[in-house]
């Protein structure tokens, strides 16, 4: 009996450890990253986030789509965020805005606020959790909005477009390059499937595992008196925007607990 229980036990142990996404979450959720691979940024923190770069669009070597929508959003800001919810039809069905200050606040806890339940444009009350359910688990189409083209070298004219609005086109291809430098255009990743796009950026400059090696170094006496306060300074960098936002959604869509360096 002894043994069964200990052959048992191991199983037993990783099933309460296994992550169990959320419901409608889409099977991958691709992050692409404005600016080149930041060798701090671990995305191995991140297993069910599947992350890619974008140049920095005043390097002028970015997509044509992509400048010409950074130039209408805020997609290439380092402390905001845009999620796409793309259907299997490569029609964008869901489109909204995240701000650092969102979640600045909740720290420690993700759960006490929500990419799910935020409405999509304040006071809209349509919400991601119900586009998720419609176009991810009930695999519907979205509504096309024949009036939202776009041409490769083109401006587009049509309306919502000055506010960066693309919610019912059909998503424009570009490539993405992986952290190997590898380029892949986006409709192959998102191979007909439903999925949802994070748009953000980082820092090149930020050693987003300063906290760690601060609280190395102060344990192992590396660190003078003098240099206290700067170690203390430079650790609040591992916290550094957008590494909350992928601890938030790794939370709240696959479940999963990303590691802290707090």
């Known amino acids: 009996m002894l043994l069964v229980c200990l052959f048992f036990l191991p199983m037993t142990v990783q099933s309460q450890r ?38 920095d669009i005043s390097s002028g070597t970015a997509p044509d789509f992509i400048t010409r929508w950074a130039d209408k959003s805020d997609i290439a800001e380092k402390e905001h965020i845009q999620a796409l919810l793309i259907d299997s039809k490569g029609v964008v069905a869901y489109q909204n805005f995240y701000h650092k200050a969102i979640i600045e606040g909740f720290r420690g806890d993700e759960f006490q606020t929500s990419l799910l339940t935020k409405p999509r444009i304040v006071p809209d009350k349509q919400k991601l959790e119900e586009f998720l359910k419609t176009h ?103 916290d550094a925007f957008p590494i909350p936002w992928m601890w938030h959604i790794e939370n709240v869509l696959y479940n999963y607990y990303p590691p802290r360096n707090k």
Not at 19 to 43: I, M, Q, R, S, W
Request: aromatic residues 10%.
């Open 18 to 55: 296994a992550a169990k996404k959320y419901k409608h979450a889409p099977d991958e959720t691709f992050v692409l990253l404005f600016g080149e691979p930041n060798a701090t940024f671990d995305v191995a923190q991140f297993p069910h986030l599947k992350f890619y770069y974008l140049p």
């Open 136 to 238: 991810v688990t009930k695999a519907k189409d979205a509504k096309v909005d024949k009036k939202k083209m776009y041409t490769p070298g083109t401006e587009p004219t049509f309306k919502s477009w000055k506010k960066g609005d693309i919610m019912g086109m059909e998503l424009p291809d570009f490539n993405v390059k992986s952290a190997n430098g590898e380029e892949v255009s986006i409709k192959k990743l998102l191979a007909g499937k439903p999925s949802l796009i994070i748009f953000t950026a980082i820092d090149k400059n930020t050693n987003y595992g300063a906290n760690k090696e601060a609280a190395e170094n102060l344990k192992d006496n590396k660190v003078t008196a003098k240099g206290i306060f700067s170690a203390v300074v430079s650790a609040s960098s591992s």
